[in-house]
């Protein structure tokens, strides 16, 4: 995922803001959930702070009472 965000220009997953990002941002909370880590992999922090810096990503974190993980 790292290496497909990173060819894509490195901002979205696909080149363009789309569902997959949304879908790639709650897979990388899941992460957080295991003994796997992001950390070495610099295109994903970096897309999981673009959507946490988001409106709607932070609105419905505030819904679910749950906080940014980055």
Do not use: C
């Not at 901002?11 to 879908?23: I, P, S």
């Not at 957080?32 to 897309?47: C, D, F, N, V, W």
């Not at 709607?56 to 940014?68: I, Y």
């Amino acid at each position: 995922m790292n290496g497909i965000l990173s060819q894509s220009g490195g901002e979205w997953y696909l080149g363009k803001r789309g569902f997959a990002d949304t879908f790639l941002y709650v897979l990388k909370r899941w992460i957080e959930q295991t003994p796997l880590s992001i950390e070495g992999y610099r295109a994903l922090k970096e897309h999981r702070a673009r959507m946490e810096a988001d409106e709607g990503v932070r609105l419905a974190l505030k819904r679910q009472d749950l906080e940014p993980n980055g």
